[in-house]
């Protein structure tokens, strides 16, 4: 598929109009509980959005690592915690297990 003239997409300005949720259970692959927020938002085009805050809650018994880009891990969200990024322009998000076992988990951004 060609990238639109109009690429790259600009960067929304405000933080305050969109607000996602999404949940599910965790597995070893970033790729089976990945999320790009413009399809979250019900956009078809990526985009990188700024939010005044992602959170993740871990609502199982293993811990999640979450990434922004699918390569690094940006964080770890231990068993019945949540972490909290403030001020990200991100795109999407994912989280899995690193080990074995599966776990709950919900994200938000606003």
Do not use: C
């Not at 965790?26 to 700024?50: C, H, K, R, Y």
């Not at 871990?58 to 068993?79: L, M, Q, R, S, W």
């Not at 915690?81 to 322009?89: H, K, L, V």
Request: aromatic share 14%; hydrophobic share 35%.
């Amino acid at each position: 598929m060609p990238f639109p003239v109009t690429w790259p997409p600009e960067t929304g300005t405000s933080k305050m109009s969109r607000r996602i949720y999404v949940g599910g259970t965790t597995t070893l692959d970033f790729q089976d509980n990945a999320f790009m927020f413009a399809e979250l938002l019900g956009l078809s085009v990526p985009i990188a959005w700024p939010f005044q805050a992602i959170r993740v809650f871990n609502d199982g018994t293993a811990d999640i690592e979450v990434t922004f880009d699918g390569t690094n891990i940006h964080g770890v969200v231990k068993p019945s915690r949540f972490s909290t990024w403030y001020d990200r322009t991100e795109s999407g998000i994912a989280v899995r297990s690193p080990g074995p076992g599966v776990t709950g988990y919900r994200i938000e951004g606003w």
